[in-house]
């Protein structure tokens, strides 16, 4: 089954976006659940709800790795509110529960009936995972309402009650699902349903053992119990493994510029090509100076990247200063498969074209690659046909590491199987085999100072490199209680002297300076950037930390505020007017 949606009866048959809107007609249920082929094709409208390429090449774009051309209005001082929140929708679930209350016909064997119940019950467990991230207590409602139905208005029932019922349904989805294999990779399985029950049960136990102010933390490693169970058990039928590639290939890109899911280690993916007429814009939205939101990782975050041996790069003397061309050799080798360095190269006609970062698409010096063709060819326009993995195994091997840290039982083999595998993947030699012993202080210092196991610094380090770009990074702050990070200063490559053209390959040629007075002599090629505090009398977006020489600084001239109230969308006004009883949250 591809990711394509048919047009049928079930187009119309329902149409109920608020909780206080009156369902429209329905079509006679004969038409659907009278064979399986008829719940076949039902079950196929669910597959709206799973992210589409959008929600995943985007949705890192807030978070605090990423600079990018303007700070979202969500943490822009004052800009955002009740009135600018979007996302109270329920037409997905009155569609799910109309399903639910009528796949009881006796004809059809149970274990039908059971399995596509199953996966009805995976995607409102979907639904109502996307509903309390966003918005905490939502009201739990497992049926369709008619007409004036008394509890059209009702309140919101709370997280604890919620929470349970998308257990309840991963539970079920679970034992029911009977698919439990699917060579295309765009289908819900039953170890997808376990790789996305670890992924639910780990947000909510660390949610639940960090935001103490819930009173939570009791249950939490109930639920941290859960997402290790579920993980272990993907783990343990040995269907899936981590993709190693061959000689000299680059493994961790491939699972991203493949034009087929690398079955080995994707679980489910969006599916695009050529033949189907379905294609994304990655090339676009990564390689335009004005079609995208030129993304760009912060030097803070390069950081994380450990060296070749295992060791942290911030153990190395003088890393503060350390140019960029030096910077990124002998690193942790998803850093070159990630951004642009020196390896990097695109084909333009048939040409090969020695690629280095662009500073007509960067504003740190660390270019994205992890999605883009090689080709210049896609550049323009929707045309990417590479696939979009929404689960993979590298995922699940995460939230098991992650799950028996919390809970403070991970062993040696746990770590070997999991973070260790995920290092050795990417090239690293040494200090793989056993759980670390030592904190490290730049983590501690820069991202999680009230963390002080050096396990669970190292997996955070870990899900962050290895997830990066892939929509996880803004609801891992959330969990993590760690949304003040958001605040940190987009900082970019350290830049020695003014007017010094950089060569950021090593291939010879010289690629960019920055000035404050732009020099009468200009070496051809050379892309001339602009530092100095103000630009025709206002303040300038980009500067160095220390003025002549430092670090890339860029918009801090807007800044980004963080409030604890920002772990919760607000309500949005104009649904919480047409139904007092929802209330507000906290501090919205």
Same mark, same amino acid.
């Given at each position: 089954m591809k990711r394509i949606f048919f047009v049928s009866i079930?187009?119309?048959?329902?149409?109920?976006?608020?909780?206080?809107?009156?369902?429209?007609?329905?079509?006679?249920?004969e038409a659907v659940f009278q064979s399986e082929k008829g719940l076949e094709l039902y079950?196929?409208?669910?597959?709206?709800?799973?992210?589409?390429?959008?929600? %995943?090449?985007?949705?890192?774009?807030?978070?605090?790795?990423?600079?990018?051309?303007?700070? =979202?209005?969500? %943490?822009?001082?004052?800009? &955002?509110?009740?009135?600018?929140?979007?996302?109270?929708?329920?037409?997905?679930?009155?569609?799910?529960?109309?399903?639910?209350?009528?796949?009881?016909?006796?004809?059809?064997?149970?274990?039908?009936?059971? !399995?596509? @119940?199953? +996966?009805?019950?995976?995607?409102?467990?979907w639904f109502y995972f996307a509903k309390v991230k966003r918005f905490?207590?939502? =009201?739990?409602?497992?049926?369709?309402?008619?007409?004036?139905?008394?509890?059209?208005?009702?309140?919101?029932?709370?997280?604890?009650?919620?929470? *349970?019922?998308? +257990?309840?349904? +991963?539970?079920?989805?679970?034992? !029911?699902?009977?698919?439990?294999?699917?060579?295309?990779?765009?289908?819900?399985?039953?170890f997808v349903a376990y790789a996305f029950k670890s992924r639910v049960c780990l947000f909510e136990g660390t949610f639940r053992k960090y935001h103490t102010n819930y009173g939570l933390q009791q249950t939490a490693a109930n639920w941290l119990t859960e997402a290790a169970t579920a993980a272990k058990i993907v783990m343990d039928q040995n269907k899936f493994s981590l993709y190693?590639?061959?000689?000299?290939?680059? =493994?961790?890109?491939?699972?991203?510029?493949?034009?087929? /899911?690398?079955?080995?280690?994707?679980?489910?993916? @969006?599916?695009?090509?050529?033949? $189907?007429?379905?294609? !994304?814009?990655? @090339?676009?939205?990564?390689?335009?100076?004005?079609?995208?939101?030129?993304?760009?990782?912060?030097?803070?975050?390069?950081?994380?990247? $450990?060296? %070749?041996?295992?060791?942290p790069f911030t153990n190395k003397a003088g890393y503060k200063t350390m140019i960029f061309a030096d910077e990124v050799e002998n690193r942790d080798k998803r850093l070159e498969q990630t951004i642009r360095t020196k390896s990097y190269n695109r084909i333009n006609g048939g040409n090969l074209l020695v690629s280095p970062p662009l500073f007509s698409y960067t504003y740190t010096g660390y270019q994205p690659t992890k999605w883009v063709l090689d080709d210049t060819f896609y550049d323009s326009g929707s045309m990417n046909n590479n696939i979009i993995p929404i689960f993979r195994y590298a995922e699940v091997l995460l939230n098991y590491a992650e799950a028996k840290a919390e $809970?403070?039982?991970?062993?040696?083999? *746990?770590?070997?199987?999991?973070?260790?595998?995920?290092?050795?993947?990417?090239? %690293?030699?040494?200090?793989?085999?056993?759980?670390?012993?030592?904190?490290?202080? &730049?983590?501690?210092?820069?991202?999680?100072?009230?963390?002080?196991?050096?396990?669970?610094?190292?997996?955070?380090?870990?899900?962050?490199?290895?997830?990066?770009?892939?929509?996880?990074?803004?609801? *891992?702050?959330?969990?993590?209680?760690?949304?003040?990070?958001?605040?940190?200063?987009?900082?970019?490559?350290?830049? =020695?002297?003014?007017?010094? /053209?950089?060569?950021?390959?090593?291939?010879?040629?010289?690629?960019?300076?920055?000035?404050?007075? +732009?020099?009468?002599?200009?070496?051809p090629g050379v892309t001339y950037m602009n530092v100095a505090e103000t630009v025709s009398g206002r303040p300038n977006a980009m500067v160095l930390s220390e003025g002549d020489k430092g670090e890339i600084k860029w918009l801090v001239t807007t800044p980004r505020v963080w409030q604890d109230k920002f772990y919760l969308y607000p309500i949005p006004e104009s649904d919480r007017l047409m139904n007092p009883a929802l209330g507000q949250n906290p501090d919205w």
């Open positions: 079930l187009a119309v048959l329902f149409a109920c976006s608020k909780l206080d809107q009156q369902p429209k007609s329905t079509v006679g249920k079950a196929t409208s669910f597959y709206t709800l799973l992210p589409t390429y959008t929600d %995943i090449l985007r949705g890192d774009n807030m978070s605090d790795y990423i600079a990018r051309k303007d700070v =979202p209005d969500f %943490i822009r001082d004052g800009a &955002y509110g009740p009135r600018q929140s979007t996302g109270w929708t329920w037409t997905d679930l009155r569609n799910i529960n109309y399903f639910l209350e009528n796949n009881v016909n006796t004809s059809i064997p149970k274990e039908v009936r059971e !399995h596509y @119940n199953g +996966l009805a019950r995976f995607f409102r467990a905490g207590d939502v =009201p739990w409602i497992n049926r369709t309402f008619e007409v004036n139905d008394p509890e059209m208005m009702k309140g919101r029932d709370s997280r604890v009650l919620v929470m *349970d019922s998308v +257990l309840r349904d +991963l539970d079920y989805a679970t034992q !029911h699902i009977r698919t439990t294999e699917d060579g295309s990779r765009s289908m819900i399985t039953k190693i590639g061959g000689a000299d290939s680059k =493994p961790y890109r491939e699972l991203f510029v493949s034009k087929a /899911p690398i079955a080995s280690e994707v679980m489910l993916a @969006n599916i695009y090509s050529d033949a $189907l007429g379905i294609f !994304h814009d990655a @090339n676009w939205y990564y390689t335009s100076a004005t079609y995208g939101d030129r993304a760009s990782f912060t030097r803070s975050f390069i950081n994380t990247y $450990l060296n %070749i041996d295992g060791t $809970l403070g039982t991970l062993s040696d083999t *746990d770590w070997n199987t999991t973070i260790g595998a995920l290092r050795r993947r990417a090239g %690293i030699t040494q200090n793989t085999a056993t759980k670390p012993t030592l904190a490290d202080p &730049y983590l501690m210092a820069e991202y999680f100072p009230g963390i002080t196991d050096p396990s669970i610094l190292e997996i955070r380090r870990e899900r962050g490199i290895e997830l990066a770009l892939e929509g996880f990074r803004f609801y *891992d702050l959330v969990r993590w209680k760690s949304g003040k990070l958001i605040e940190k200063t987009w900082n970019g490559m350290y830049v =020695p002297a003014l007017n010094t /053209p950089l060569d950021l390959n090593k291939d010879g040629v010289m690629d960019v300076a920055f000035y404050r007075t +732009l020099p009468n002599s200009q070496v």
